[in-house]
């Protein structure tokens, strides 16, 4: 858990406590609907959404189709600059 004033986060875990670098942005959170293509064992991305409701819509919408076996809904965050990550870490 983690409250945020300005630039001060204040963290239940260690470090409890921590300057954000001057321009932090806080990470975008994106769900992508992945499935495994069974001849080369690739993994390829259908769709990504900011949602998990879409993502679950387009998972539901594809599996009904039944062309694609292993699919599932990987949640992926992005970070804007690597200090924001090393922030985050």
């Not at 975008?28 to 609907?33: D, E, G, H, Q």
């Not at 293509?37 to 387009?58: H, K, Q, V």
């Not at 062309?67 to 970070?79: A, K, P, S, V």
Request: net charge negative; hydrophobic share 35%.
């Amino acid at each position: 858990m983690y409250l945020r004033l300005g630039r001060l986060d204040l963290r239940s875990r260690p470090s409890y406590v921590m300057w954000l670098p001057s321009g932090y942005k806080a990470p975008a959170n994106v769900y992508l609907v992945q499935y495994r293509y069974e001849l080369d064992d690739s993994i390829n991305t259908m769709g990504g959404f900011w949602t998990m409701r879409e993502a679950e819509a387009c998972l539901q919408q594809l599996q009904s189709e039944e062309e694609y076996g292993d699919i599932w809904i990987n949640h992926e965050t992005i970070h804007e600059r690597l200090s924001d990550w090393q922030s985050d870490r």
